[in-house]
């Protein structure tokens, strides 16, 4: 089991069902690399999110798997609505842990 995975509180104002919708989506990508980065990044990263910052990782969610992964190492620029903060935070892959 990951050790990015577990019970985790709210951040103010968010719904329990709209973050395990999210949860979800963010480890259920198709492959187990898209699963790790992404998945782990929720986990370690949304509990200091604000609605806004929400609202930005749940439009991520929508995208490609190919391409998330390819902004995130760095292999593509990442398009402008996804510059900024979180998207440094995601590129630094530090939070990804995978079970050995």
Request: hydrophobic letters at 40%.
């Amino acid at each position: 089991m990951l050790v990015c995975l577990g019970i985790f509180p709210y951040p103010p104002g968010m719904t329990s069902d709209r973050l395990n919708r999210i949860k979800f989506r963010a480890w259920h990508r198709g492959t187990r690399e898209a699963d790790y980065m992404i998945g782990c990044y929720f986990d370690r990263f949304h509990r200091q999110w604000s609605e806004v910052e929400i609202a930005w990782f749940e439009a991520l969610l929508d995208e490609e798997d190919h391409d998330i992964l390819a902004w995130a190492l760095g292999t593509l620029p990442a398009p402008a609505r996804y510059q900024g903060d979180l998207m440094s935070l995601m590129q630094k892959l530090d939070y990804v842990e995978i079970p050995r």
